[in-house]
Nanobody, 122 residues
Framework: QVQLVESGGGLVQAEGSLRLSCAAS????????MGWYRQAPGKQRELVAR???????NFADSVKGRFTISRDNAKNTVYLQMNSLKPEDTAVYFC????????????????WGQGTQVTVSS
């Protein structure tokens, strides 16, 4: 019923930039929040950045000042602009959406994308 399609990952040198995009589609009534998580090999998945429907954001301390998150509500799309990338940013990045379906208007639920690899070389 819901698809989150991510794009924009790849290989970049340290201090470079990448922009990730994630578009949500399906029987969506409302999106409460969208965000990005990442998981490096052998580590737990962690929040990178999140933006709520009203525009408020929060970021992991490790990316503050380097990453920005934005959202196009009309397109149900969230963007993550990553600047000054470091090798420790290497991970699979997952899009997340907290949303409500038309068919289940009484509840919100988390949905996940398939993930996109970001590799930062030193």
């Amino acid at each position: 019923q819901v698809q989150l399609v991510e794009s924009g990952g790849g290989l970049v040198q340290a201090e470079g930039s990448l922009r990730l995009s994630c578009a949500a589609s399906g029987n969506i009534l409302r999106i409460n929040a969208m965000g990005w998580y990442r998981q490096a090999p052998g580590k737990q998945r962690e929040l990178v950045a999140r933006i709520r429907s009203g525009g408020s954001t929060n970021f992991a301390d490790s990316v503050k000042g380097r990453f920005t998150i934005s959202r196009d509500n009309a397109k149900n799309t969230v963007y993550l602009q990553m600047n000054s990338l470091k090798p420790e940013d290497t991970a699979v990045y997952f899009c997340n959406a907290d949303l409500v379906l038309f068919s289940k208007w009484y509840e919100s639920k988390d949905y996940w994308g398939q993930g996109t690899q970001v590799t930062v070389s030193s």
